[in-house]
């Protein structure tokens, strides 16, 4: 069973939306309430770039470019922080991968891949 399980990355046009979900199933409840999450994303030929993070009390902060487009949340009961991703551009095709350096600072798992076409 993965630390860390990213879904719901795909093939969408441009203009589109979806929501990534990661989900923490191997961490006690009280660790994951308490813990930051956050998600990177590593297109081809570049390197892994940060997205968004969201703290135990569910402050967000989010890559600039980025800002109004994505939305990070939280749901503790679920152990999974979700991604929600609008108005996609060709620019945001990459692998995206969930990360929670409190947790498990060293863990990267496989990732999801999302393609927006041009």
């Known amino acids: 069973q993965a630390t860390l399980r990213e879904s719901g990355g795909g093939l969408v046009q441009p203009g589109g939306s979806l929501r990534l979900s990661c989900r923490a199933s191997?961490?006690?409840?009280?660790?994951?309430?308490?813990?930051?999450m956050a998600w990177y994303r590593q297109a081809p030929g570049n390197e892994r770039e940060f997205v968004a993070s969201?703290?135990?009390?569910?402050?967000?902060n989010y890559e600039n470019s980025l800002k109004g487009r994505f939305t990070l949340s939280r749901d503790n009961a679920k152990r999974t922080v979700y991604l929600q991703m609008n108005d996609l551009k060709p620019e945001d095709t990459a692998v995206y991968y969930c990360?929670?350096?409190?947790?498990?600072?060293?863990?990267w798992g496989q990732g999801t891949q999302v393609t927006v076409p041009s």
């Open positions: 191997r961490a006690i409840l009280s660790s994951f309430s308490g813990a930051t």
């Open positions: 969201i703290t135990s009390d569910g402050s967000t």
């Open positions: 990360h929670a350096p409190q947790l498990y600072p060293d863990y």
